[in-house]
């Protein structure tokens, strides 16, 4: 059964710092994702990381992936209060039908 | 750009009401998904659907079923909803396995149940 584990799950920072959210996931996979959500809001897709290796970065945000470690990051680069959100990673299944696991989630506050 | 639209932002049914939640895609997507969110439980599969009529159980079904008759249309039913199903679930797309994109999110429906 895949399972996906973030940490932490709350995080609450200082603007002008970095820090990295972590996800584990439990066996082989196709894809991970990570998503952003806005209380009161819904999912809004991030990055979609393909193979190990693979590094995507937007604005202050940059996601890697390690499929040998089955671990995938996303760094922080001076956090401002804008990015006080909760991250998602999700995992796709390998092999058979789709299915999207996710964590937990990683609550994140920036603070003046 | 992707639009996943369900039918209710906010619902408040009866317990043993029979409950139809609707979602929409209009990207000709083959994949949905229906999840629920819950506070320290983070998302949930509930059911999918990789094709018209074909469906798939997801990690919570029980006391849920889906219909899925076209290929935009992606419906949840609870059957006889029940207090523990008060949650906000969340209606995705996506396209099939061979092509590489992310799955879209609807804006989500808080449903009380009481």
């Known amino acids: ?20 959210i972590y996800c584990n996931y439990s066996t082989t996979s196709d894809r991970l994702y990570w998503y952003r959500q806005d209380p009161g809001k819904s999912l809004e897709s991030l990055f ?15 996601a890697s992936l390690d499929t040998k470690a089955r671990l995938s990051t996303l760094h922080i680069t001076a956090a401002v209060h804008d990015l006080s959100a909760t991250y998602f ?6 092999g058979g039908s789709e299915k999207l696991v996710f964590g937990k989630g990683t609550k994140l506050t920036v603070n003046p | ?15 043993g009401e029979k409950v139809f939640l609707e979602c929409v895609q209009d990207m000709d997507h083959e994949n949905m998904f229906w999840y629920r969110q819950d ?3 983070g998302l949930r599969l509930i ?9 798939e159980k997801g990690d919570i079904p029980e006391g849920y079923s889906v ?22 679930y969340l209606c995705a797309s996506s396209l099939g396995s061979v092509r ?13 149940v009481v």
């Open chain 2, 47 to 55: 059911y999918f659907s990789y094709d018209v009529k074909m469906k």
């Open chain 2, 1 to 15: 750009d992707v639009k996943v639209t369900q039918s209710s932002r906010y619902l408040v049914k009866r317990t």
């Open chain 1, 89 to 94: 990673c999700a995992v796709d299944k390998i």
């Open chain 2, 100 to 112: 590489e994109t992310e799955a879209f999110f609807g804006q989500g429906t808080r449903l009380t």
């Open chain 2, 67 to 88: 219909s899925r008759e076209k290929k935009e249309r992606f419906s949840l039913i609870l059957e006889s909803a029940s207090t523990n199903q008060t949650s906000m």
């Open chain 1, 1 to 20: 059964e895949l399972k996906v584990e973030q940490n932490p799950l709350f995080l609450s920072m200082q603007e002008g710092k970095n820090y990295t």
């Open chain 2, 39 to 41: 506070p320290g439980l």
């Open chain 1, 48 to 62: 979609v990381l393909l193979s190990n290796g693979a590094v995507k970065q937007e604005g202050r945000l940059m």
